[in-house]
């Protein structure tokens, strides 16, 4: 266990240095050109709009809504004409012609708004991507910049880890990061992997076990050889992974999207025909043009576009209001499609902080809860183990006062012992404590076999059959303990056994609600997707209701089993929060962050991000999803009923062109309107009603 003090007094030999964070890489908002250009048109629209609503002259608003034609217009009409060049017709030449023909029948700050919205979109669009290939490059930052390699005589020369080969020897002193992927040589430690698998606690390492390149390692020395390239070191493959699933999964689109090249070009060939055709059997040129333009206007799309964004955008904006951060309309159309949901289960569905939840003292021992685990906690006190400090959190949570403790001395993946009130009081793995020795020598060396067991370590649950009574009932007590997914610590005092603290992640309090509140929107059982040991993941998994575990996973095992379910039919969600999430949450349907205590990269690959870890709202902004995609479908009839009957008029009839603006527009009013409903406080509720109440 780490010896680094609580307090920041100096540091005792051998104890774990604190790295610098890496430094963030983050692309400015403004040195996107799309972002820039977004933001002129803002501007300029901003600048026209109250000085045509004050009566000033034209050319004052004029020259700047033009302006702002240009500046958020240009890059959309580039890209819609090079469609159209390899003769496809897209929704940029189409809102570009629809501004154009708004601002000629004199409706020019209607087209300028469209400008801008459009402009802003596709600036936010490109703002989401560069930030997820931030946070990839970012995660090569978990790597060292140096690596200490060994030559044959003994010496040591520092390398970058990308000059290690395969076979080269490590030394990672305590504090550092693993510099590659590799094996144990000698040394005994305890390693952070959480960055890889998600194991909330730091994971034993001795001769024979394999580390990974950029996780930190403990108080102890390791001598590892290398097994991996650079290049294919568990981390670089993450990096890929998380870059072929962004590239290559598929090209997601609004509903109407999907009509929008069939009703495009249908609409320009019905305009050409009602000019056309009446002109061709002798009508006047002024009417048939007045006739094609009324039918332009009746028959374009707005109040289609209109019927798809309104909801998805209030959608977004409540969804928002409630901590969950939704990252396009395309993703929150995605959300309610979902019909299968993968979940992490350290930092999503626990709180992925360990916590004391078993205090057992035992028969003979002369000692009460209270005061088992005040010794406990004052001897672990000054260590900052993720361990000790569950122990140290439970004895403050029950107000106990801890007495100060003396010759405090820890070793890697035995424990530490200390003198509290006069008493030697040993706390670390039971398989070491109860293998021959209840102390530490002064050195800070463990006696006993010549390998170390962490916390939780499999080994901790080795039978124990000749021991004196004491250690009998305390191997008993372990197996117990373990059994049932705790992570056993055992309390030695003055040389004997004195009792065993359960400590185990604790669950969020609305997880298992969560799970039913899921299962029963998509009809199917989540999946526990975890890198965690088996014996805990099938014991928290019992506990909410899953009956699908899979632990033990790497990242790749995760896009595997992720893939698995997709390649049957199915859109998976995918819920998470760590960097071997990452990989994951970018090849499912949609990905879900946790975002108090998510990774950089994980938020950024997510499609949305929860960002008060409140894990009732995953459901619920679901539930949200599917109203939005109700409320689409009801604006479109409206729409389709309004264009219709306008359309059906100009054609059979005349149809006075202020008479189509006005049932053109009112059509468009209206459907905005009724999406717009999604921004009441009562959406929410109503949506929350299938997910569980987080208080």
């Not at 090209?251 to 060939?269: D, H």
């Amino acid at each position: 266990m780490p010896s680094v003090l609580a307090d920041r007094r100096p540091l005792p030999t051998g104890a774990a240095r604190a790295e610098p964070a890496a430094p963030r890489r983050r692309t400015r908002v403004l040195a996107l050109p799309e972002a820039r250009w977004a933001a002129a048109a803002t501007v300029l629209f901003l600048l026209a709009l109250p000085l045509q609503l004050t009566g000033a002259p034209g050319w004052a608003w004029g020259v700047p809504y033009a302006l702002a034609y240009a500046a958020g217009g240009w890059e959309p009409a580039r890209a819609g004409l090079r469609a159209l060049a390899d003769r496809t017709l897209d929704v940029d030449l189409l809102m570009i012609v629809a501004a154009l023909g708004a601002a000629a029948v004199g409706q020019v700050m209607d087209g300028a708004l469209l400008i801008v919205i459009f402009a802003t979109s596709g600036a936010l669009e490109a703002l989401a991507t560069a930030r997820t290939a931030d946070s990839v490059r970012g995660l090569l930052d978990l790597a060292p910049a140096t690596a200490t390699r060994l030559r044959a005589d003994g010496t040591e020369e520092t390398v970058a880890p990308a000059d290690l080969t395969v076979g080269d020897t490590v030394l990672v002193r305590p504090g550092e990061r693993i510099g590659a992927d590799g094996r144990v040589l000698d040394g005994t430690s305890e390693v952070d992997q959480a960055t890889i698998t998600g194991e909330p606690l730091p994971v034993a390492k001795e001769p024979g076990d394999e580390v990974y390149a950029g996780t930190l390692n403990g108080t102890g020395a390791l001598r590892v050889r290398v097994g991996r390239d650079a290049a294919d070191s568990v981390i670089a493959r993450i990096v890929r992974m998380v870059e072929e699933a962004s590239g290559t999964k598929a090209p997601t689109q609004l509903f109407i999207e999907k009509v929008e090249q069939r009703y495009s070009l249908g609409m320009v060939a019905a305009t050409l025909a009602v000019f056309a055709v009446p002109l061709a059997f002798g009508a006047a040129l002024t009417g048939s043009l007045l006739r094609a333009m009324t039918f332009m206007i009746v028959a374009s799309p707005c109040a289609v576009v209109l019927a798809t964004m309104p909801p998805l955008l209030s959608a977004i904006a409540n969804a928002g209001r409630h901590g969950v951060l939704v990252k396009s309309a395309v993703v929150m159309e995605r959300l309610g499609q979902v019909d299968a949901v993968a979940l992490d289960k350290t930092g999503t569905l626990t709180e992925g902080t360990p916590r004391v939840t078993d205090v057992v003292p035992l028969p003979g021992a002369g000692l009460g809860e209270r005061e088992l685990l005040t010794l406990a906690a004052a001897a672990e006190h000054p260590s900052e183990h993720p361990l000790a400090r569950a122990v140290v959190d439970a004895a403050r949570a029950r107000d106990l006062a801890l007495p100060t403790a003396h010759g405090f001395r820890s070793a890697p993946g035995v424990g530490v012992t200390a003198t509290v009130q006069d008493r030697t009081v040993a706390v670390g793995a039971p398989a070491r404590l109860l293998n021959g020795t209840s102390e530490t020598p002064d050195d800070g060396t463990p006696t006993g076999p010549s390998h170390a067991v962490g916390y939780g370590s499999p080994a901790a649950a080795s039978p124990v059959t000749t021991r004196q009574a004491p250690d009998r009932a305390a191997a008993s007590l372990v197996a117990r303990l373990e059994t049932d997914g705790r992570t056993a610590v055992l309390v030695v005092v003055d040389g004997v056994p004195a009792g065993v603290l359960g400590v185990a992640d604790r669950l969020r309090p609305d997880a298992a609600a969560t799970v039913a509140a899921l299962t029963a929107l998509t009809g199917s059982r989540p999946t526990l997707l975890t890198g965690d040991n088996a014996r805990a993941a099938a014991r928290l998994a019992g506990e909410v209701g899953i009956p699908d575990v899979r632990a033990g996973l790497l990242p790749e095992d995760k896009v595997a089993a992720v893939r698995e379910r997709q390649d049957a039919g199915r859109r998976v969600l995918v819920v998470g929060d760590g960097v071997n999430d990452a990989p994951a949450l970018a090849a499912a349907h949609t990905g879900v962050a946790m975002g108090r205590a998510g990774s950089d990269l994980a938020l950024e690959t997510a499609d949305a991000v929860i960002v008060r870890d409140e894990l009732a709202a995953v459901p619920a902004v679901v539930a949200l999803s599917r109203r939005a995609r109700r409320l689409v479908v009801q604006n479109l009839v409206i729409a389709a009923v309004f264009i219709s009957g306008l359309v059906v008029w100009d054609l059979a009839g005349t149809l006075p062109l202020p008479l189509g603006v006005l049932g053109h527009e009112g059509s468009t009013v209206l459907v905005g309107l009724n999406g717009l409903r999604l921004l009441r406080e009562a959406a929410w509720s109503e949506a929350a009603r299938t997910a569980p109440d987080p208080t």
